[in-house]
């Protein structure tokens, strides 16, 4: 044995390792705890979701159809997009990492705004490029302007996280385009719409509308927020045939398995069912915003399935406090607290803590 150990690109050095949001530990006394920690969709899986997953686990000794025809031909019927203009992957994060592959490398730079998904400067480091973050504005939004500022001749691609995970806020028409028009055509901006079934305001563009005429376009969707399938890995782009093309090639080999696959369709096939929980769910986004600013607190408006609470210093101690009721929160210590919007008993839980919380004296 030798002490020698294998060589590691010097790119991993400090990448900061993801944090997924804290599991729902029983509380004192056996009490339920909710877990609000990671945007996920509080509901079990929608009619014909659990049957299809089911009935495929029966044949997992086989390998997965590698181009998820199923899947792709499902997709492109329902946003109506041609299937040479999809790519399917683990994840909608790993999509995003294959972008990164197809993209960009050392001496690279990739833009993308912060506070935003924490996955962003991980894959970037990974990737060798140089991370470009952009601070947000004062009203927790993307800083548009400062991010095409941003751009160099090294730029390869820019995430533009809409709306913005973790502050909620989104991004309007005008701005958007404003944005895109600024951007040179051969850097690749990915539209990452994680959370589009949440939004309502019809200001706020879809980015399937955006891509059409836009080349370096590229939209990323999920099958873990909405459609409640984050445990099965399974998400997908739309973007113009060369884009699309290399993340055919930079795929990892029968990485969405068949499992994953049957569910998506089926949840395709279960919209209606769909969009009545999504609904529930903003209208529950609504209650608690509303009650949050009624206790005093300042709530950026929010499209997506979780609120923000920027809180400073006082942060990680909200999160202890918000967990001894009951309710585990996302923390970004010394920034501020996410918090999932998730079944109606677990958003009282969180607003009684967050009321309580309030009436504490500062530190
Ligand atoms: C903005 C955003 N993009 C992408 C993802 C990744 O989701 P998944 O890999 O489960 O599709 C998340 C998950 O939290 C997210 O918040």
Known sequence: MTDETPKLRAALDGVPTYKPGKPGAASAAGAVSYKLSSNENPYPPLPGVLESAVAASGAFNRYPDMACTGLMAALAERFDVPVT?????????????????????PGDEVIFAWRSFEAYPIITQISGATAVRVPLTETEEHDLDAMADAITDRTRLIFVCNPNNPTGAAIRRRELERFLDRVPGDVLVVLDEAYREFVRDEDIPDGLELYRDRPNVCVLRTFSKAYGLAGLRVGFAVAHEPVAAALRKTAVP???SQIAQDAAVASLASEQELLERVE????????????????????????????????????????????????????????????????????????????????????
């Open 85 to 105: 203009r999809l790519a399917t992957g683990t994840g909608s994060v790993g999509v995003a990492q294959q972008l990164l592959q197809a993209t960009a490398g």
């Open 254 to 256: 029968f990485g969405v």
């Open 280 to 363: 529930g769910l903003v209208a529950e986004r609504a209650r608690v915003s509303r009650e949050l600013v009624v206790q005093g607190w300042t709530v950026p408006e929010t499209q997506a399935n979780f609120v923000w609470l920027r809180l400073g210093a006082r942060t990680t101690d909200f999160a202890a406090a918000a967990e001894r009721a009951g309710v585990v929160v996302r923390p970004f210590p010394g920034e501020g607290v996410r918090v999932t919007i998730g079944e109606p008993e677990a958003n009282d839980l969180f607003l009684q803590a967050a009321a309580e919380f309030r009436k504490e004296p500062e530190a």
